[in-house]
């Protein structure tokens, strides 16, 4: 089975080449998880538009951004607007709003009320079974935008420990989310 | 991490939005040049894909798809077709204000600035996007130094003097006016910061704007 978005998709190849069509339809396709990535980050409709859009123009215009070996061009488009979204939030202007309003982060999340519930309960079953010196770095990473040496800092422990243990959450977060497969190994 | 190096766990902390602006760079740039690091780097945005796709979905506005399309169909090198159009111009309008600057010292400063904006335009790197069309057939667009650390507007066919504004944070920033020379108008804008979204106004109406990517 071809997995839309993923590296058998035609899309791929489309998107590989910069072919319009493919940029056009990678967008009819994962636009709302596109849009709802940049939004979960930037909390409003019309810096989330800007994101998702920046970061598109600036993957259009570099002619080397997107290989096949990458995978699928859904996760890759995914991870390049939350971090189009995440240096968004590093300027100084927007920083305060931010932080007020992750405070509120797991309220919200807690309150969710549409998606699909069943992946987001997995998602939380799946972050509450890592331990907590996983589990408390990838937080700060993830709902956060923290980076590595600020986590480092905050938690007063080596940088590292740090990289390594949010390496190894992610892994063990993603091995929960694709059905129980064991977690990729790198050595 | 230092060249050659493979991005190891650079790719986990990459994919999560951990890394600062230089190490993305660096990760960016060795994994379009490396296989194994992309497809690891690859199976961690799954991993975050799979996260963003667990949580709340939210439609985009429809403008944002004709945004989209309307990048990808702009045609590259627009600015490239207004090239002939603007040296010409500026050659009408540099000579005569280089003869008359003893006497004309506003003229003479705006023949600085426009040097100066040659010689940006032609020594670096540049982007280049063109503001939304106007209502009297004038064009413009705007070319700008990948860092943010200058702008140049040109506005061809211009009819009239245009201000130049940063929309930012539900704000207008007034930076500057575009005055015409012959048919083209031009303000040079050397500047300190990234601005995202500039606007064209005729005294106080916004007729045109343009979003700028970096």
């Not at chain 1, 019309?46 to 993957?59: F, I, P, Q, S, Y």
């Not at chain 1, 007063?156 to 989310?177: D, F, N, V, Y």
């Not at chain 2, 982007?127 to 106007?134: C, E, G, K, P």
């Not at chain 2, 303000?187 to 300190?192: G, N």
């Amino acid at each position: 089975m071809i997995e839309p978005g993923g590296v058998d998709d035609p899309l791929a190849d489309g998107f590989a080449a910069r072919e319009p069509w493919a940029f056009e339809e990678a967008y009819r396709r994962f636009g709302p998880l596109l849009y709802s990535t940049a939004y979960n980050v930037l909390g409003n409709a019309e810096d989330a538009a800007d994101c998702v859009h920046d970061a598109l123009a600036r993957v259009w215009r570099s002619s080397n951004a997107y290989t096949k070996a990458r995978g699928a061009v859904r996760s890759f488009l995914t991870v390049c607007v939350r971090n189009e979204a995440i240096s968004r939030t590093r300027s100084q202007a927007r920083r305060t709003r931010l932080s007020e309003r992750l405070a509120a982060e797991p309220q919200e999340y807690e309150e969710l009320g549409a998606g699909d519930p069943i992946e987001r309960d997995r998602l939380r079953a799946a972050l509450s079974r890592l331990p907590p010196e996983q589990s408390e770095p990838l937080r700060l990473a993830y709902f956060q935008g923290k980076t590595h040496t600020e986590i480092a800092a905050e938690l007063e422990t080596p940088l590292g420990t740090i990289k390594s243990r949010i390496a190894q959450g992610l892994r063990k977060l993603g091995a929960a989310l694709r059905d129980g497969e064991g977690p990729r190994r790198y050595e | 991490m230092s060249s050659g190096e493979h991005i190891g766990e650079l790719a986990e902390l990459y994919a999560i939005g951990a890394l600062g602006e230089s190490e993305r760079r660096d990760v960016e740039r060795h994994v379009a040049g490396c296989t194994a690091c992309g497809q690891r780097l690859g199976e961690a945005e799954d991993d975050v894909a799979a996260m963003e796709a667990a949580r709340l979905q939210r439609d985009p506005p429809e403008q944002l798809q004709r945004r989209v399309r309307a990048m990808l169909h702009r045609p590259a090198g627009q600015w490239s077709r207004y090239a002939p159009a603007v040296a010409a111009a500026l050659i009408l309008g540099l000579l005569p204000s280089a003869f008359f600057w003893e006497q004309n010292r506003t003229m003479h400063a705006a023949m600085e600035a426009d040097s100066a904006a040659i010689g940006r335009v032609a020594s670096t790197p540049h982007r280049s996007v063109a503001f939304s069309q106007m209502s009297d057939g004038s064009a413009a667009s705007v070319m700008y130094g990948p860092d943010g650390s200058w702008y140049v507007v040109l506005v061809r066919g211009a009819s009239r003097a245009l201000s130049v504004a940063w929309m930012h944070d539900g704000q207008r920033t007034m930076l500057g006016t575009a005055t015409p020379h012959g048919d083209v108008a031009m303000l040079y804008l050397p500047k300190s910061h990234r601005m995202n979204q500039l606007a064209l106004m005729d005294g106080d109406r916004v007729v045109a704007q343009a979003q700028l990517a970096y």
